[in-house]
């Protein structure tokens, strides 16, 4: 199993405990961003041809340009993609939509004290990866999707 798939696995699982605490909560919040984010690279890692600079192209996706150009795609207005089946579009936009959607709901988990999550609200989060997880591999091979990935590395001029 992938790390991607065992991150989404832990942040299931934490949602299953009897009475999860705040911490597992948040946790499971967390690490289905967590999940989506390296599943995203691991993608765009697996296409690239030298195997032996694949950890150090891993290392180069920043989060907030991640975020920035998912916001980016998931615009119609930005990216209105006229050409292209409306379905895969649909779902890239939901993939993309979700990303930067769960990577906000992460910084609330880690850092922001004063919300309480409840188990419903966590769980929401949790299922949005998976349901996102779902999406990308209907999309996977799609030049709209490949080009998705690699604009994860290039950061959005303004």
Same mark, same amino acid.
């Given at each position: ?13 934490? =949602?299953?405990?009897?009475?999860? $605490?705040? @911490?597992? *909560?948040?946790? #499971?919040?967390?690490? &289905?961003? %967590? ?56 779902? =890239?936009?939901?993939?993309?939509? $979700?990303? @930067?959607? *769960?990577?906000? #709901?992460?910084?609330? &988990?880690? %850092? ?47």
């Amino acid at each position: 199993m992938s790390y991607h798939d065992d991150l989404l696995g832990h942040a299931m699982d934490a =949602l299953t405990r009897a009475s999860p $605490s705040q @911490a597992d *909560l948040r946790r #499971s919040v967390s690490t &289905a961003y %967590y999940a989506l984010f390296h599943l995203l690279i691991s993608e765009t890692v697996d296409h690239w041809d030298l195997e032996s600079s694949r950890g150090a192209l891993a290392r180069m996706f920043e989060h907030s340009v991640m975020r920035k150009v998912s916001k980016r795609v998931a615009d119609p207005k930005q990216f209105p993609f006229a050409s292209n089946d409306p379905v895969i579009v649909q779902r =890239l936009r939901y993939v993309a939509e $979700s990303f @930067a959607q *769960l990577q906000y #709901s992460r910084q609330i &988990a880690d %850092y922001d004290n004063s919300i309480i999550w409840s188990l419903s609200d966590a769980r929401a989060e949790v299922d949005t990866a998976v349901d996102a997880f779902k999406a990308w591999q209907s999309i996977r091979h799609e030049k709209i999707a490949e080009d998705y990935l690699v604009s994860l590395l290039i950061k959005p001029r303004d």
